[in-house]
């Protein structure tokens, strides 16, 4: 069993930076699939950007040029660098590994975007 832990979530201005951070236990992240999903107040969550097992990575148009996902192996750790903020982009963060067992997500980290 897999799991998920978010952090790294917090209240920024428009156009500042965050780095969110999904640490897994329990199995080894290099194996799965991670997704970064949002969802904002009152909406449904939606994909963000995916790292496959084979290095590629992938990201909605939303983001795409802003939003950076890279893995830490060492850490057992995928991150989402997120630049040039902006209000649109609050709600709670999500990351998701899909393998090995299925899927599994963590508990999410609250980015608030405001001026």
């Known amino acids: 069993q897999v799991r998920l832990v978010e952090s790294g979530g917090d209240l920024v201005q428009p156009g500042e930076s965050l780095r969110l951070s999904c640490v897994a236990s329990?199995?080894?992240?290099?194996?799965?699939?991670v997704d970064w999903y949002r969802q904002p107040p009152g909406g449904q969550r939606d994909l963000l950007a995916t790292?496959?097992?084979?290095?590629?990575?992938m990201y909605m148009v939303s983001v795409k040029g802003r939003f950076t996902v890279s893995r830490d192996s060492t850490k057992n750790t995928v991150y989402l660098q997120m630049n040039d903020l902006t209000p649109s982009d609050s709600g709670v963060y999500y990351c998701?590994?899909?393998?090995?067992?299925?899927?599994?997500w963590g508990e999410g980290t609250h980015v608030t975007v405001s001026p």
């Open positions: 998701k590994a899909v393998g090995e067992g299925g899927e599994f």
């Open positions: 329990g199995g080894f992240l290099a194996k799965y699939s």
């Open positions: 790292s496959t097992r084979g290095g590629r990575e």
